[in-house]
């Protein structure tokens, strides 16, 4: 079974997502979603907490939304 990777990184849409649409091309793949960030990288670009939570609460709703498709 192949498996295709898709790394959200800024863009966390699912709809018009290019790649998410690529890699669901084949219906029997098994496809991943990853995103990565650390407390550190947010520090780094001096990120509101409050931006921080709007990240988390987009990150849940893709997970979400990705479980159910």
């Known amino acids: 079974m192949a498996i295709h990777l898709v790394w959200f990184r800024a863009d966390l849409r699912l709809h018009d997502n290019f790649a998410l649409a690529e890699a669901c091309h ?14 550190g990288q947010w520090q780094q670009y001096r990120m509101a ?8 609460a987009q ?11």
Not at 27 to 34: D, I, N, P, R, Y
Not at 59 to 69: E, I
């Open 49 to 56: 907490p409050r931006q921080a939570a709007y990240i988390q």
């Open 26 to 39: 084949d219906s029997h793949a098994k496809v991943l979603a990853l995103f990565i960030a650390t407390p």
């Open 59 to 69: 990150l849940n709703d893709l997970h979400l939304s990705v479980r159910t498709q």
